[in-house]
């Protein structure tokens, strides 16, 4: 399967990459958002397989790819940002790229797919989604940051959030956090994103009983949700599937346990087989450049 490079431009002008498997069938796009702190081809298998299947897919280097990049702009300037720095609702403007892109290219069924945190980004864009073209959003193992940093740091992480808040507060938020267990230093201003309840990055708060996932309340597309009974980063994996459920079941929402772990490595074609089926009906609905905003 051929594929290319192509430069993706911003609305606020940075050049981001894209890895562009294009399908002689011109008919469907999948957008491909990578998770925190990897790249776009960290899931190059799961990537070649939604090819595979006859759409044409758009794996983005976001903006916060691996832990620091150099994103160069449109001016020639550059700024080094990465996981450790971005600035998470910037995302708009990354996925907004990339549907312009394919809108110049002629695409007018797209499809956001994001695994892990890019499942956060792709929720996050469609709650103020205004395209069209844009049918529906594919979710791959998503979680609750919160959760999972608490588990991996306990006590620790009290300390880490109060030593980012005093970072912040004494205009050193783009310092970087090491130690205390991290596996990767983040800004203090990236730490409070990640990990704070009223963050636009807690998109799936599992570890809330109470919440009504508001974020994700607010779209309207379609989507799909896909976790692992063997996913490490989450308690269990069916009874959030369940929550999800109840809390998001539209009449065209999938929601699917796979017998996976994290990446769902080795259940590739599983996974998109059941994707394919839900994106081929949701391809034939006939008022999807008619609805309201």
Not at 41 to 59: A, F, H, T
């Amino acid at each position: 399967m051929m594929f290319s490079i192509e430069k993706i431009i911003t609305k606020d002008n940075f050049i981001l990459e894209g890895l562009f498997f294009e399908a002689d069938n011109r008919e469907v796009a999948v957008i491909f958002i990578h998770g925190f702190p990897t790249n776009f081809c960290k899931d190059i298998n799961l990537i070649k397989r939604m090819g595979s299947l006859g759409y044409s897919v758009l794996s983005l280097n976001t903006r916060g790819h691996d832990i620091l990049s150099i994103i160069p702009k449109v001016d020639k300037g550059y700024e080094v940002i990465g996981s450790a720095k971005e600035n998470f609702e910037d995302c708009v403007f990354d996925i907004g790229g990339a549907i312009g892109f394919l809108k110049e290219k002629g695409y007018k069924k797209i499809f956001l797919m994001g695994i892990s945190s890019g499942a956060d980004k792709v929720g996050f864009y469609l709650s103020r989604n205004k395209e069209s073209v844009v049918l529906g959003g594919i979710f791959i193992s998503p979680g609750s940051n919160i959760s999972i940093i608490r588990n991996e740091l306990g006590e620790d992480f009290f300390k880490l959030r109060e030593k980012a808040l005093k970072c912040i507060d004494e205009g050193k938020g783009d310092e970087l956090l090491f130690g205390l267990g991290m596996d990767f230093p983040v800004s203090c201003k990236r730490f409070v994103s990640l990990y704070s309840e009223d963050s636009s990055e807690n998109v799936f708060p599992f570890h809330n009983k109470n919440s009504d996932f508001p974020i994700l309340a607010k779209i309207k597309e379609t989507i799909f949700v896909a976790l692992g009974e063997e996913d490490s980063f989450l308690e269990d994996p069916k009874l959030l599937l369940k929550v999800l459920k109840s809390k998001l079941g539209g009449k065209s929402n999938e929601f699917k346990l796979f017998k996976a772990e994290h990446s769902f490595d080795g259940v590739e074609e599983e996974l998109v087989c059941q994707i394919k089926a839900w994106v081929g009906g949701n391809c034939k609905l006939k008022n999807y450049l008619a609805r309201e905003r």
